[in-house]
């Protein structure tokens, strides 16, 4: 019980810092959407990626990695489009300038921006856990 408890602080910290920095990634405004996605967001990283993980571990290996992030966006993707509660769209980044180095105005995908949510979203909760 404490573990889900503490996933579903992490999912929900992730599910904010994530709609915080990608602009095409938004989160619906009433409490009990925010609520539902935090559930189905700790349901997903607390049983279904340790299965997909131990199930897929040959692959992910000879890949070295690869099918864990294909396993997150397929599984992220189906989350996005089977639930409305999380909105994914296009996105123009505005472009950044740090130490020299320029990254110009681009526009994100909704294909892209779904593998970006992904990625954030596993990065931060992972993270998280290693943290604790």
């Known amino acids: 019980m404490k573990k889900l408890t503490r996933m579903a602080i992490f999912s929900a ?16 405004s009433e409490p009990a959407t925010i609520v539902k996605s935090v559930i189905v967001i700790a349901i997903l990283f607390y049983l279904i990626v340790p299965i ?47 130490a020299g180095l320029t990254v110009h105005k681009t526009t994100i995908s909704y294909f892209f921006n779904v593998i970006l949510s992904a990625l954030s979203i596993s990065i931060i909760i992972n993270f998280l856990e290693a943290l604790i």
């Open 13 to 28: 910290l992730a599910l904010y810092l994530t709609s915080l920095w990608d602009k095409g990634f938004q989160i619906g």
């Open 52 to 98: 997909t993980k131990l199930v897929l571990l040959p692959l992910n290996i000879l890949t070295m990695g690869l099918i864990g992030v294909i396993v997150y966006f397929f599984l992220f993707y189906f989350i996005v489009s089977r639930w409305p509660l999380v909105t994914i769209k296009n996105w123009v980044f505005p472009g950044l300038t740090a």
